[in-house]
């Protein structure tokens, strides 16, 4: 078993940025890839950015691409989601999550471990 628990989440304006941020316990974090999602009020969960166990692999939703970064610290078990240039429409729940395995994937059910989630709510 993986516990995640995700922090960072806020209010923010329109173009700022907020760093989410995922902490791991439990099985050993560093063995699998990890994954940010999504979910606004309405709506299907939406796939946000993944990331491989060694980090060297990543993969972006379209529409943060190029806002959006995600990293890790395999030695804090940690997981991390830096977002800039916010926009209104990316209002919502944000969830970490972890898979039982190394590589990137982008659907959710490929994920078997989920955080609580953290709302960010971007103001126009």
């Known amino acids: 078993q993986v516990q995640l628990v995700e922090s960072g989440g806020g209010l923010v304006q329109a173009g700022g940025s907020l760093r989410l941020s995922c902490a791991a316990s439990?099985?050993?974090?560093?063995?699998?890839?990890a994954g940010w999602f999504r979910q606004a009020a309405g709506k299907e969960r939406e796939f946000v950015a993944a990331i491989s166990r060694s980090g060297a692999s990543t993969a972006y939703g379209d529409s943060v691409k190029g806002r959006f970064t995600i990293s890790r610290d395999n030695a804090k078990n940690m997981v991390f989601l830096q977002m800039n240039s916010l926009k209104p429409e990316d209002t919502a729940v944000y969830y970490c999550?972890?898979?039982?395995?190394?590589?990137?994937?982008?659907?959710?059910?490929?994920?078997?471990?989920w955080g609580q989630g953290t709302q960010v709510t971007v103001s126009s």
């Open positions: 999550a972890t898979r039982d395995a190394s590589v990137v994937r982008t659907t959710e059910h490929e994920y078997a471990y």
């Open positions: 439990g099985r050993t974090f560093s063995i699998t890839a």
